[in-house]
């Protein structure tokens, strides 16, 4: 009797197979759905910038709310796409926009002073300054970080 059931289990494990398709239908449809959610965040270098160096800097990895700001040796200022700042309230009202599409986004913003390393702190203080009036008071200035 225990061969019957033996040769009767081995007949059905025989055509017995899996159909890959919809698991492989759901694992594209995964992919496509986290490829549409993602946000890239690209913050643009401008290259006559050269950065103090940082020994123990950090290097910020969420780069979402970020309001550039270049301050160069002269005491100009431009924005991420090379618009020129040339008063404070071309500041104000950069941050301030900035900070509102941020907000309706639902990011925290934060302003990316990005100072050469010649220029003199007094030409950042006047940008941290315009961007409190304008409700950004989170800085972070951009260093180069070295591993020494």
């Known amino acids: 009797m225990s061969s019957k059931l033996r040769d009767a289990n081995a007949?059905?494990?025989?055509?017995?197979?899996?159909d890959m398709s919809p698991m492989i239908d759901m694992v594209f449809l995964l992919l496509i759905f986290f490829v549409v959610n993602s946000n890239v965040a690209i913050v643009k270098q401008d290259p006559k910038i050269?950065?103090?160096?940082?020994?123990?800097?950090?290097?910020?990895?969420?780069k979402n709310g970020r309001i550039v700001v270049?301050?160069?040796?002269?005491?100009?200022?431009?924005?991420?796409?090379?618009i020129v700042l040339a008063s404070d309230e071309d500041i104000f009202d950069l941050v301030k926009r900035t900070k509102e599409a941020n907000d309706l986004r639902g990011f925290k913003s934060k302003l990316h002073l990005r100072g050469d390393k010649s220029a003199?702190?007094?030409?950042?203080?006047?940008?941290?300054?315009?961007?409190?009036k304008a409700g950004v008071d989170l800085v972070m200035f951009a260093t180069f970080v070295t591993d020494k």
């Open 11 to 18: 007949a059905s494990d025989d055509n017995c197979a899996l």
């Open 50 to 62: 050269r950065p103090p160096i940082a020994g123990f800097g950090k290097k910020q990895e969420d």
């Open 120 to 132: 003199v702190f007094k030409h950042s203080r006047k940008v941290i300054a315009n961007s409190a």
């Open 70 to 82: 270049n301050v160069y040796e002269d005491g100009s200022y431009t924005t991420e796409t090379g």
